[in-house]
């Protein structure tokens, strides 16, 4: 009962929203009614909490290729059967499958310690027994480069760079075993991406093997590990460390996409996709990367059937399987339009956490790019911000430019708008691809605020008349 109150007020704040309907942005009819239910629904309810422990304690962590994937796979279909959609369907899509095996890293000069370690995704073993080898620390690519020849040759090269922002810090973390090869390194370790640890070690994907350089183990130390070991390194003190690993890479295996559809009154051919990744990495529980996004994406469709509301456009889910490393499933679903995205209006994937949500970004691609069409993103902001409203009670009517996740990039580059669900993101990080990322760290509460964001979005994409991009 304590977590329900506060939404009480909640309720009360989004029943004074304003009535004007956004018509600028297309609507034929008001929606605040429609809005008022789905976030009325969505915060009174637990079903969500349900789902999500339904799919992390129930089955656990979800790598690429494995059964526990599979298991989840089934799981979602079953549970969007269930929910009562009116199309459930699994799609195929051949997908890598990397094994961790048993992994261990030991400093073991100037003192033994054991040092908290997760191999990176891609990476090789090492051969039998191991590699026992000089650490030398470096605070970046310019440093490393910037050593003498045959500096690192034969050693481990250690990347201890601190986290500024994730697209920027974890390039050493995909790029860093390359570099290190080139210069004649035997592994690489990485300092962990991310801003927080409990000597938590963060693993997460390299970047494929070059067929020009030398295939080198890399694993992820935790923050005070690499911290500890570049202090002395810095002293002038000889760091040796024992790295040893039995990854390997077996041959692709055949998972599904999950696709479950609320068929549209009007327009059922006209789709409007929201969804997240199935798949997390082999540690943990994929909780906030990306559990919730799956559950809230089922979430807003499930509501949609249980109020008996029917948008004019078809709404469509789909988990996909692999983004983790490598977007097999997202491949697999942008090949089967074939190359044809007009009929697909909007997608949406919330791939950014749980916590708190604060609004959505949106950004449109000029066919065929990676590049952004200036005028359509302009055109799909305003329209957006006029939709925004409906979500001011929930703190979530922000919106910006530059939406897009690594799922619906594909879909972007055929002209559809991309949206993400921006959350606060104040605490995903220090979670973020470790043993920690699991069920505990998700607020029931703002769980329940992303479905009533992610539902009355989807709906009013779904519900308009023209389309996010389209002139006036």
Same mark, same amino acid.
């Given at each position: 009962?304590?977590?329900?109150?506060?939404?009480? @007020?909640?309720?009360?704040?989004?029943?004074?929203?304003? &009535?004007?309907?956004?018509?600028?942005?297309?609507?034929?009819?008001?929606?605040?009614?429609?809005?008022?239910? +789905? $976030?009325?629904?969505?915060?009174?309810?637990?079903?969500?909490?349900?789902? +999500?422990?339904?799919?992390?304690?129930?089955?656990?962590?979800?790598?690429?290729?494995?059964?526990?994937?599979? !298991?989840?796979?089934?799981? &979602?279909?079953?549970?969007?059967?269930?929910?009562?959609?009116?199309?459930?369907?699994?799609?195929? /899509?051949?997908?890598?499958?990397?094994?961790?095996?048993?992994?261990? #890293?030991?400093?073991?000069?100037?003192?033994?310690?054991?040092?908290?370690?997760?191999?990176?995704?891609?990476?090789?073993?090492?051969?039998?027994?191991?590699?026992?080898?000089?650490?030398?620390?470096?605070?970046?690519?310019?440093?490393?480069?910037?050593?003498?020849?045959?500096?690192?040759?034969?050693?481990?090269?250690?990347?201890?760079?601190?986290? *500024?922002?994730?697209?920027?810090?974890?390039?050493?973390?995909?790029?860093? #075993?390359?570099?290190?090869?080139?210069?004649?390194?035997? #592994?690489?370790?990485?300092?962990?991406?991310?801003?927080?640890?409990?000597?938590?070690?963060?693993?997460?994907?390299? /970047?494929?093997?070059?067929?020009?350089?030398? !295939?080198?183990?890399?694993?992820?130390?935790?923050?005070?590990?690499?911290?500890? =070991?570049?202090?002395?390194?810095?002293?002038?003190?000889?760091?040796?460390?024992?790295?040893?690993?039995?990854?390997?890479?077996?041959?692709?295996?055949?998972?599904?996409?999950?696709?479950?559809?609320?068929?549209?009154?009007?327009?059922?051919?006209?789709?409007?996709?929201?969804?997240?990744?199935?798949?997390?990495?082999?540690?943990?529980?994929?909780?906030?990367?990306?559990? %919730?996004?799956?559950?809230? /994406? =089922?979430?807003?469709?499930?509501?949609?059937?249980?109020?008996?509301?029917?948008? !004019?456009?078809?709404?469509?889910?789909?988990?996909?399987?692999?983004?983790?490393? %490598?977007?097999?499933?997202?491949?697999?679903?942008?090949?089967?339009?074939?190359?044809?995205?007009?009929?697909? $209006?909007?997608?949406?994937?919330?791939?950014?956490?749980?916590?708190?949500?604060?609004?959505?970004?949106?950004? $449109?691609?000029?066919?065929?790019?990676?590049?952004?069409?200036? +005028?359509? *993103?302009?055109?799909?902001?305003?329209?957006?911000?006029?939709? #925004?409203?409906?979500?001011?009670?929930? %703190?979530?009517?922000?919106? %910006?430019?530059?939406?897009?996740?690594?799922?619906?990039?594909? +879909? =972007? !580059?055929?002209?559809?708008? @991309?949206?993400?669900?921006?959350?606060?993101?104040?605490?995903?990080?220090?979670?973020?691809?470790?043993?920690?990322?699991?069920?505990?760290?998700?607020?029931?509460?703002?769980?329940?605020?992303?479905?009533?964001?992610?539902?009355?979005?989807?709906?009013?994409?779904?519900?308009?008349?023209?389309?996010?991009?389209?002139?006036?």
């Amino acid at each position: 009962m304590a977590a329900i109150l506060p939404l009480v @007020g909640l309720l009360a704040v989004l029943a004074g929203a304003p &009535a004007r309907p956004p018509a600028q942005a297309g609507l034929e009819r008001p929606i605040r009614d429609v809005a008022q239910k +789905l $976030v009325g629904a969505a915060l009174t309810s637990d079903h969500a909490t349900l789902r +999500l422990s339904q799919l992390c304690d129930g089955i656990g962590n979800r790598i690429s290729g494995s059964e526990s994937l599979d !298991r989840a796979v089934a799981w &979602a279909a079953a549970a969007m059967r269930e929910d009562g959609l009116d199309v459930v369907r699994l799609q195929a /899509a051949k997908v890598p499958r990397w094994v961790r095996g048993n992994e261990h #890293a030991e400093m073991v000069e100037p003192r033994p310690s054991k040092l908290a370690m997760l191999g990176l995704g891609r990476s090789v073993g090492t051969p039998p027994g191991g590699i026992t080898a000089e650490v030398v620390p470096v605070g970046s690519f310019a440093e490393l480069d910037s050593l003498p020849a045959g500096a690192v040759r034969g050693r481990i090269v250690l990347y201890d760079v601190p986290f *500024t922002r994730y697209g920027e810090t974890v390039e050493y973390r995909w790029s860093g #075993a390359a570099r290190a090869a080139a210069r004649g390194a035997v #592994a690489a370790l990485v300092r962990s991406v991310g801003p927080a640890s409990l000597r938590s070690p963060h693993t997460g994907a390299m /970047a494929p093997y070059a067929d020009s350089l030398p !295939r080198i183990p890399a694993a992820a130390v935790s923050i005070e590990d690499a911290a500890m =070991m570049h202090r002395l390194y810095r002293r002038g003190v000889t760091v040796r460390v024992h790295l040893e690993m039995h990854a390997r890479t077996l041959p692709d295996v055949i998972s599904h996409n999950v696709i479950g559809e609320v068929r549209g009154r009007e327009r059922p051919r006209e789709v409007v996709v929201v969804g997240g990744h199935l798949d997390s990495w082999d540690v943990g529980q994929g909780a906030q990367d990306d559990g %919730g996004g799956c559950v809230i /994406a =089922m979430e807003a469709l499930r509501l949609m059937k249980q109020l008996g509301i029917k948008p !004019r456009r078809t709404v469509r889910c789909v988990l996909w399987v692999n983004e983790e490393y %490598g977007t097999a499933g997202a491949k697999a679903y942008a090949d089967s339009l074939h190359g044809d995205g007009r009929l697909h $209006v909007a997608a949406i994937e919330s791939d950014n956490g749980v916590e708190r949500p604060t609004g959505f970004d949106v950004a $449109v691609y000029r066919a065929g790019t990676d590049s952004t069409d200036t +005028l359509r *993103t302009r055109r799909a902001v305003a329209s957006l911000r006029e939709i #925004a409203p409906l979500l001011a009670g929930l %703190g979530a009517d922000r919106v %910006g430019d530059g939406g897009g996740e690594a799922d619906i990039n594909a +879909l =972007m !580059r055929l002209g559809v708008p @991309g949206l993400s669900l921006r959350t606060t993101m104040e605490h995903y990080f220090d979670w973020h691809h470790t043993e920690a990322d699991m069920v505990d760290k998700v607020d029931p509460v703002e769980l329940r605020k992303n479905v009533a964001a992610l539902a009355t979005i989807v709906y009013a994409l779904a519900e308009m008349s023209g389309t996010l991009a389209s002139s006036r």
